[in-house]
């Protein structure tokens, strides 16, 4: 189907979603119908909001036409209710109430193209793991310094998880090594940590808040090398409040050489404009980490290019969204993509020689 058949299903998602979401709880509850004495009212309301969280990866699947996208959505879902022991069997009965519901309330093009979106979800499911695999791997060389960190963190002990990066530094570790082996997989880690219940969202966001003050400690190695005279904005978009990924990603340009301006979290499309214009930026570095907002990620490549005094700057792109389609970025418009730190500052430096895209 063409693209355009695929935004027209997302645009009809969104203009209908209250009768969708509504469908679908009903739905829900006429087939176990002992949901409304077990949970109540305060259930039912619960049973809406998921609704809508699940709505909103398939509309944003749609609008880029990329159904793997809701088909990993599917197969993080069931990790984390499982997680939360909530048996798989309810997500499947979610699901197909969902695609009954999308069915009755859009016309057919709309309706049929969103129900194989949620079939190929379901299709994942069936193969994806309740227990998604730690990300500290085994063969890396500083993997007994990344478990150790990681196990500082979750103890609560962000002194001795410092000491033992500024040990390995001041020991002879490399600075990349440290963001790429260290920082990197634990966050990963932490992340999939809370997906299966282990931990709570304080401790996922003392861990980040942790390993980002150890980050800016290690600040004096990133401006110690020669200066390479290109510049780098790197930012969150509009929306997007997870910014130690890009933090990590402009502190490897800077220790290779570039001047950077790291604009963090929830950056409004004007401000990013204005960075890039205001520091002749040579490469504009975009950070999503969920798949709801790559409409924002487009939206803002699409203003970059289109504003006389920035369509000469290149555009990175990278999160999480990325790694399950790699190819995503040449959708968006974007000059490429990288799975992380190391892989970005090699393809801007080649960007930048080339003058041109890959």
């Known amino acids: 189907m063409s693209s355009q058949t695929h935004q027209d299903a997302s645009e009809a998602i969104e203009r209908h979603r209250g009768q969708i979401t509504e469908a679908m709880v009903a739905q829900q509850y006429a087939r176990h119908p002992e949901l409304a004495a077990r949970y109540g009212e305060r259930g039912r309301r619960k049973c809406l909001q998921d609704a809508n969280y699940h709505l909103d990866y398939l509309a944003e699947s749609l609008a880029v036409a990329q159904p793997p996208l809701f088909a990993d959505y599917v197969a993080w879902a069931r990790a984390m209710l ?3 022991n909530i048996p798989v069997e309810d997500l499947i009965v979610n699901l197909e109430c969902m695609s009954d519901a999308l069915r009755q309330t859009l016309d057919a093009p709309s309706g049929d193209l969103a129900a194989q979106y949620i079939k190929a979800g379901l299709d ?5 793991s309740a227990t998604p ?3 500290i791997a085994a063969d890396q060389p500083l993997t007994p310094l990344a478990q150790e960190y ?3 963190l979750l103890a609560g002990e962000r002194q001795r998880a410092s000491r033992l990066v500024l040990d390995a530094v001041a020991g002879g570790v490399a600075v990349q090594d440290v963001y790429l082996q260290v920082f990197q997989p634990c966050q990963h880690e932490i992340g999939r940590l809370w997906q299966i219940n282990e931990i709570s969202v304080a401790q996922e966001h003392y861990c980040t808040a942790a390993t980002q003050l150890i980050m800016s400690q290690l600040y004096p190695y990133l401006f110690s090398g020669a200066r390479t005279g290109h510049t780098l904005v790197a930012t969150c978009i509009a929306g997007d409040l997870h910014e130690i990924g890009v933090r990590m990603v402009s502190d490897l340009f800077e220790l290779n050489g570039w001047d950077t301006h790291y604009l963090g979290a929830n950056t409004p499309v004007p401000s990013i404009l204005g960075a ?6 040579d490469v504009l570095a975009i950070s999503a980490t969920i798949i709801p907002h790559l409409r924002a990620v487009e939206e803002l490549i699409t203003q970059v290019r289109a504003a006389p005094d920035c369509g ?3 555009i990175l792109v990278g999160g999480y969204p990325f790694n399950v389609v790699p190819e995503m ?3 968006l418009g974007a000059d490429g993509c990288a799975h992380d730190a190391a892989t970005a500052v090699a393809l801007a430096n080649r960007l930048v020689a080339d003058g041109q895209s890959p």
């Open 82 to 84: 499982a997680g939360r």
């Open 329 to 331: 970025w040449r959708r």
């Open 276 to 281: 890039v214009r205001e520091q002749h930026a």
């Open 312 to 314: 000469a700057v290149k």
């Open 124 to 128: 994942q499911l069936m193969t994806s």
């Open 133 to 135: 695999l730690s990300f």
């Open 150 to 152: 990681l196990t500082a």
